[in-house]
Structure formats: C-alpha cells, structure tokens
C-alpha cells in the first residue's frame, strides 16, 4: 500500500510542478499552420481542368493542368489527365511524357499504363508498348478477374493489343 501511495504523490508532485509535463504544451513554441486556402486553390485548378476537359476546352484544361502541377509537384492523377488533354491536341510526346510520370509516380494506376502502351505503338516504339502490355498482364494474372481493377486492366491491356496490331500492320504508301 504504502508503494501506491508513493507513486500517486510522486505522479500528483510532478503534475503540479511549473516545469512538469502538464504545462509543456503551453511552453511549445508556436507551430506553423498548414496554408489550407493555396491547397483548396490547387484543387479548384484540379477541379476546373477536368471540367474543361469533360467540356473539350483542352487548351484551357492543359493550362489549369501545369498550373496545379507548378503547385502540388509530383501527381499521378493530374499527370495521366494531362497526357488524355495531350492526345486530344494531338502532342504525342508530351502525352507520353506525362503518362510515364503517372505510372512513375503510382505503378498500381491502370489506366495510364494502358495509354503510355498505346502512345507507344502508335510512335513505333514496340518495345515501350510490349513493356506496358507485359506489366498490364501482371497485374491481370494477379487480379484473376477479382480484384476491383479487373475490368479495367482488361481495357487497358485491350487498348496497348490493338495499338500494337494496328502500328504492325504495313501502311499504305
């Protein structure tokens, strides 16, 4: 009993004392505060350039694009939008571009693989499409038709098979 007690006097004797534990964080120096409002400006850049994307407006959806990249940084889902808005003004190696840093910066995204595989076929660069495509079937043979993304590894996959079949096919002269 006795070492009960002298525990609860020792913890109620710091507890109480000026420089104890209880009054640290009243002593902390002052944190800074995130910049919430620059953040909800850089979603409303994100926000708008899909819906000049969604609207066609692509030269308008590529400037809100860099504006939000020149922002956030690094983005996998601003950088795979970025390379749809490039296929759509016909850039394809900004296109390429930018969905390779997508699958850079996030390997698990489907979609930009399945387009960074097509840009490639179609730029005549079969081994870049063949790597995309061999990744894409990976990621099938995991999934085994169950994950959520299945049907959206086999469009992906669908769409580097075509463009790979289409660029090996002679065009006429």
Do not use: W
């Not at 002052?30 to 409002?37: E, G, L, Y």
């Not at 979603?43 to 809100?64: C, V």
């Not at 390429?96 to 489907?110: H, I, K, Q, W, Y």
């Amino acid at each position: 009993m006795s070492r009960l007690f002298m525990c609860v006097a020792i913890c109620a004797a710091v507890l109480a004392s000026p420089g104890s534990l209880a009054q640290a964080p009243s002593r902390a120096a002052p944190q800074p505060k995130a910049n919430i409002d620059k953040m909800d400006d850089a979603i409303k850049k994100y926000q708008d350039a899909t819906r000049h994307y969604q609207a066609g407006q692509y030269k308008l959806a590529e400037k809100e694009l860099e504006d939000f990249l020149g922002r956030v940084g690094e983005h996998a889902g601003a950088n795979f939008m970025m390379g749809l808005v490039q296929i759509e003004l016909q850039n394809l190696d900004k296109a390429r571009t930018s969905f390779r840093t997508a699958v850079n910066l996030d390997p698990a995204m489907v979609a930009p693989r399945g387009y960074l595989g097509a840009v490639e076929a179609f730029a005549g660069n079969m081994q870049g499409a063949a790597e995309q495509k061999a990744a894409l079937e990976k990621m099938k043979t995991d999934c085994a038709g169950t994950c959520p993304k299945a049907g959206e590894i086999d469009t992906a996959l669908e769409r580097v098979t075509q463009n790979m079949g289409a660029a090996a096919q002679p065009q006429p002269s």
